[in-house]
T-cell receptor
Framework: DAKTTQPPSMDCAEGRAANLPCNHSTISGNEYVYWYRQIHSQGPQYIIHGLKNNETNEMASLIITEDRKSSTLILPHATLRDTAVYYCIVIVTGTASKLTFGTGTRLQVTL | DSGVTQTPKHLITATGQRVTLRCSPRSGDLSVYWYQQSLDQGLQFLIQYYNGEERAKGNILERFSAQQFPDLHSELNLSSLELGDSALYFC??????????????FGEGSWLTVV
């Protein structure tokens, strides 16, 4: 599975968009990009996933570059409750047992 | 609320003891996963069951075992506990065995402290 690189931490003002980058330059053609988040000591929460097209749901948007070597998770209007560690994971579909979480990005949303 | 239920939420026990952690998956989910999260290791996959059968194994110690029952709930048994086993143990579930056509949903975890 491709490795991912994320900044260790980011700050965002409440009400502003939070843009969380992820680098996955070794991604293969059959690997998806998944985003999860973990609010302090709670279970990881699924946010969104995509293969090559941009995706949007009620929680966030996922922008994947054309070469698929990087992606950005966008929380359009961050709130204090979005403060969490965000994990970008690249994985081949059908291999959920290999879902491994790295160190992620700690997003701090402030007033 | 993900729909995955774990008990107990907190557990303190002594070294050498044995404990059982319980997980009820979301209604309709056939696949159950166990993860361990400790401060220095991050979230580590332990084992997966699908419809009662072991599906995949991760870095699970021989002192640990798991099973999934006919009603689909699962138990993780931890024996001969050591201080280093202190961690947050998560259960997750999904509908399909791959967990990727449908997403994986995590429970709130069981805090185990070994003293």
């Amino acid at each position: 599975d491709a490795k991912t690189t994320q900044p260790p931490s980011m700050d965002c003002a409440e009400g502003r968009a939070a843009n969380l980058p992820c680098n996955h330059s070794t991604i293969s053609g059959n690997e998806y990009v998944y985003w999860y988040r973990q609010i302090h000591s709670q279970g990881p929460q699924y946010i969104i996933h995509g293969l090559k097209n941009n995706e949007t749901n009620e929680m966030a948007s996922l922008i994947i570059t054309e070469d698929r070597k990087s992606s950005t998770l966008i929380l359009p209007h961050a709130t204090l409750r979005d403060t969490a560690v965000y994990y970008c994971i690249v994985i081949v579909t059908g291999t959920a047992s290999k879902l491994t979480f790295g160190t992620g990005t700690r997003l701090q949303v402030t007033l | 609320d993900s729909g995955v239920t774990q008990t107990p939420k907190h557990l303190i026990t002594a070294t050498g003891q044995r404990v059982t952690l319980r997980c009820s998956p979301r209604s309709g989910d056939l696949s159950v996963y166990w993860y361990q999260q400790s401060l220095d290791q991050g979230l580590q996959f332990l084992i997966q069951y699908y419809n009662g059968e072991e599906r995949a194994k991760g870095n699970i110690l021989e002192r640990f075992s798991a099973q999934q029952f006919p009603d689909l709930h699962s138990e993780l048994n931890l024996s001969s506990l050591e201080l280093g086993d202190s961690a947050l143990y998560f259960c997750a579930s999904s509908v399909d065995p791959s967990g990727m056509r449908n997403t994986i949903y995590f429970g709130e975890g069981s805090w185990l402290t070994v003293v």
